[in-house]
């Protein structure tokens, strides 16, 4: 079975500086998706960037960019300049070839200190 | 686009009583997912439709939970009797995916219902 793995409960980060939240996953399919979730205050669900299994290059949208390490199975998440309203919980996913359901990470607490 | 709209966004109800949510997925979208989420239990996925047919509903706690999708832009979800460890913030999110299997395309959510069950 699919795993997926957020080891840092909490992380916090100066404001415009740049903070890594760390993935890991476990699996034996070769084609599959993975994706970050911010999930502010408000609970709202926001779809922050997503990576194709057979796509070698790095995701990236705007501050956010990922580093994808098929072999090693790791998919972290890096935030450029952060800013206030990055505060939120960060939810890594996973969704292989065969199936629909989403795996989800326990999720990693950001706080932005001003 | 407007994308997955919820309803109510918070629900205030007393124990016994019938709630219903509602969800209009994104146009075009062939998948919906209704989610439950909790500080005890973290995300669950409750229900799988396709083209407007349950494919999983495994997740469904027990006979109190119901869903349906009449047509390709509503569903709903229905609890009867509401219980106190119903209370949670119940998500709705849709997908472009590919039937038959290998859905892999991103889900997108709704804002969420908040229900609290006194």
């Known amino acids: 079975a699919q795993t997926v793995t957020q080891s840092q409960p909490e992380m916090s980060v100066q404001e415009a500086e740049t903070v890594t939240l760390s993935c890991t996953y476990d699996?034996?399919?070769?084609?599959?998706?993975l994706f970050w979730y911010k999930q502010p205050p408000s609970r709202q669900m926001i779809l922050v960037i997503r990576?194709?299994?057979?796509k070698q290059q790095n995701a990236t949208e705007n501050r956010f960019s990922v580093n994808f390490q098929k072999a090693a199975k790791s998919f972290s998440l890096k935030i450029s300049d952060s800013q206030l309203g990055d505060a939120a919980m960060y939810f890594c996913?996973?969704?292989?070839?065969?199936?629909?359901?989403?795996?989800w990470g326990a999720g990693t607490k950001l706080i932005i200190k001003p | 686009d407007a994308g997955v709209i919820q309803s109510p966004r918070h629900e205030v109800t007393e124990m016994g009583q019938e709630v219903t949510l509602r969800c209009k997925p994104i146009?075009?979208?062939?998948?919906l997912f209704w989610y439950r989420q909790t500080m005890m239990r973290g995300l669950e996925l409750l229900i799988y439709?396709?083209?407007?047919?349950?494919?999983?509903d495994s997740g469904m706690p027990e006979d109190r939970f119901s869903a349906k999708m009449p047509n390709a832009s509503f569903s709903t979800l229905k609890i009867q009797p509401s219980e106190p460890r119903d209370s949670a913030v119940y998500f709705c999110?849709?997908?472009?995916?590919?039937?038959?299997?290998?859905?892999?395309?991103?889900?997108?959510f709704g804002p969420g219902t908040r229900l609290l069950v006194l």
């Open positions: 439709f396709n083209n407007n047919v349950p494919i999983d």
């Open positions: 999110a849709s997908s472009l995916g590919v039937a038959g299997g290998g859905l892999r395309e991103t889900q997108y």
């Open positions: 146009s075009g979208h062939n998948s």
């Open positions: 699996t034996s399919e070769s084609d599959y998706y």
């Open positions: 996913a996973y969704i292989g070839d065969s199936n629909y359901q989403l795996i």
């Open positions: 990576q194709e299994a057979y």
